[in-house]
């Protein structure tokens, strides 16, 4: 199998580890809109090739209504890719095909969807249409590392900012896919029952999963400190 890309999870949390930012407390240091053009600041000097978030996380991006086109259709597997030269691609992982767009990229990244084996010819078909690039699981195990290698060496990307939400944070920790964490802690707690951390990964847990080794800390503006660990196979 091809090198997958370098994943870094890139993600702007509470001190209790959470990542709903409209929840949090207020602080004297700083508000919610300068952590957040911080976090896109240091997402920016990352000079990433792509960045990749859960089917959750690009709902609230995509916006789009279903509209699969009526009658027979011929579409492309396992990859259809709109364009190859992008500086920077809008990844998603959507198994089922749940995702449909407004339009084909996300703040002029343009949009390639991760799906699942199973999903049916008439969404591939509605995807194409809108101008949405799309790379299609290879069996039903969804298996992301062989897919990312697949995007590295059809589109090279290299580098990958991994965003979110908890979900594939912690699924993606858990298959051994992120490198390097890189976190940006905010002067704030959430504190609420039930509310998605940074790595979730159900009861189970992510122990034994991974090793983390110290890399740096560094004091920025607005009370936030940035904190980055390499991580290594447990
Ligand atoms: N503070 C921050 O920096 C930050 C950043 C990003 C997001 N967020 C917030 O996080 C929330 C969403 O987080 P979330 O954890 O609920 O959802 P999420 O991680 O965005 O998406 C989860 C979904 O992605 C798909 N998925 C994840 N891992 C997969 C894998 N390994 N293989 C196949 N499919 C996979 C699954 O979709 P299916 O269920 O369809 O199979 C899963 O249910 C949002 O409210 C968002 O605003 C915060």
Redesign the pocket.
Known sequence: MSERPTVICH???SLDGR???SRWTASPDGDRAQWSSL?EQLHDRMKADAWL?????MA?MSKGEAHPPAGAVSVQRPHHFVTRDATTYALA????G?LHFAKPDIGGDPVVVLLGHDVPDSHLAELAGDGVSYLVAADET?D?GSMLAVLREELGIERLIL???????G??LK?GLVDEISLLVAPAIDGADGI?GVF?SGAEGLAGSARLSFLSAETLEHGIVHLRYKVEPA
């Open positions: 993600m702007m949390v990542i709903h930012p976090y978030v859960g089917r959750t996380t609230e992982l959507d198994r089922s749940k969804m992301v965003e979110g939400g908890g979900t594939i944070n699924s993606l298959a998605t979730d």
